[in-house]
């Protein structure tokens, strides 16, 4: 295991800072990260932007920002049109000058409220919203025109969203392993009373949700390279992508 992590503790590992810009910054690139929920995507594909000098889109924080926006204006899973118009309004958008972006609705930051415990709870029937996710789509191809230099990660980015990109991963665990990761990252962020099997219940449930919905649903593009990340740590998924991209881009 490098970096000290255990295979468990992908999501959570720390990095001493480091940037090594492989890509030339006049290059256009763009490198899709999609996958389960608990892959280490976000904290793997953060890095990994930083290591390629690339900018970081996170698009989990959107659909959890719309979740966040139907709970707090009191609207429920029943009231799609009123929720896509409503979220049309907020107009999504980062602050690129934070790392990573912050996301922000009616110009307020929005960051604060999108990991809590409800907003995960709703955000799999949220993002299944077929009007949403074609306003959330079409947002993210407008990102990458606006930065054509990134790392995206989410469920639809290399199937739906770019599907010319250049380099397509697809990172995948054990609903186990995800738990036990979920577990760590929930008692390292001081939650006392941690149940891995019903977190793996939930991954479970997430995961037929995800994938099973109409619209983008969780599918590994047939042109991604499929990274199992079970029994690797940290550092070696980041490698395993960086030296995916650099031998695609620059052929070493
Ligand atoms: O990656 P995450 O846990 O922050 O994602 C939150 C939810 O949003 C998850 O249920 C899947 C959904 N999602 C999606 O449907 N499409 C994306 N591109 C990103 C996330």
Redesign the pocket.
Known sequence: MTNGASSSTIGVGLLRPRRVCVIPQERPIIVTV?GP?GTG??SVSRELARRLGLDFL???????AATAIMLDRGLTIGQAEQLVALVMTADLHFDWNEDPPMILAWDKPIDHRIRDADV?EH??PV??IREL?EH?VIKQRIIGHQHPRLVT?????GSV?FPNAEVKFFLWATPEVRAVRRAEQLRAAGVAEVDVARLREEIEA?DR??STRAV?P?VCPEDATRVDTTGLGFEEVVLRLEQEVRSRVLGT
């Open positions: 999609d929920a995507k976000s996170d698009t989990g924080a959107m659909y959890r995960t955000v799999s993002s299944a996710r959330m990660e989410g469920r639809d980015q969203v997430r949700s995800d983008g969780l």
